[in-house]
């Protein structure tokens, strides 16, 4: 079946610009993670949803950075006011339910550069 | 969230078995291990997951001796394909915990 999938793959932005990142989960999944990888860096967890319940937004690196999931499916990440510190990989990935083995899915990611 | 410590890196070739050892000293008693494989440009993906003892899978084998404070994820005759950075995770299997990846271990399969 389709797994995660990212949209844009690239995005080029200028300082200062608004950007909006998508990630489509597999279906069924009731959880689902966004992750930032900056160059030779790990994955450092940004936010994350389970169901309809509130997200937890703890590891967001600053108040311009929000996220939202439409009708528990597609979730969208919005980073306002970008700064070159914001380039990264921005991963996102979607499991079935807490604690399976937190096996998850992960999604090719967006690449994003601002300039 | 238990902090995990591995090699940066490693060299093999092609064919020969590979074990990436991680060091989880204060691991809890919830908590699971797990690995990840990441290739460039795409995302990590699951390799496997295990709590004590061996776990075996068609990838991979994972070690865990009764102490849990290390495991060691084995690749038998690695490939060219291999060639990737694979990421030891420890977390607990109940309840969402933010996962730390670290810097992971970024094997280098050569012919």
């Known amino acids: 079946g389709a797994g995660v999938s990212q949209s844009p793959s690239n995005k080029v932005t200028e300082k200062g610009k608004d950007v909006e990142l998508r990630c489509d989960p597999i279906s069924g999944h009731t959880a689902l993670y966004w992750y930032r990888q900056s160059l030779g860096q790990g994955l450092e967890f940004l936010i994350y949803f389970q169901g309809n319940s509130a997200p937890d937004k703890s590891g967001l690196p600053s108040d311009r950075f929000s996220a939202e999931r439409t009708g528990g499916s597609v979730s969208t990440l919005t980073i306002q006011r970008t700064q070159q510190e914001d380039s990264a990989v921005y991963l996102c990935?979607?499991?079935?339910?807490?604690?399976?083995?937190?096996?998850?899915?992960f999604g090719p990611g967006t690449r994003l550069t601002v300039t | 969230l238990a902090k995990t410590t591995q090699p940066i890196s490693m060299d093999s070739y092609e064919g020969q078995e590979v074990n990436i050892t991680c060091s989880h000293n204060?691991?809890?008693?919830?908590?699971?291990i797990t690995w990840y494989q990441q290739f460039p440009s795409q995302g990590p993906r699951f390799i496997i997951q295990?709590?004590?003892t061996k776990v075996t899978n068609e990838v991979a084998s994972l070690f865990i001796p009764a102490d849990r404070k290390s495991s060691t994820l084995s690749l038998p005759r690695v490939s060219l394909s291999d060639t990737a950075v694979y990421y030891c995770l420890v977390a607990p299997n109940t309840g969402f915990q933010k996962l730390v990846f670290g810097t992971g271990t970024r094997l280098l399969v050569s012919p």
């Open positions: 204060n691991i809890a008693t919830n908590d699971y």
């Open positions: 295990g709590y004590k």
């Open positions: 990935a979607s499991s079935w339910t807490l604690g399976q083995g937190y096996e998850q899915y």
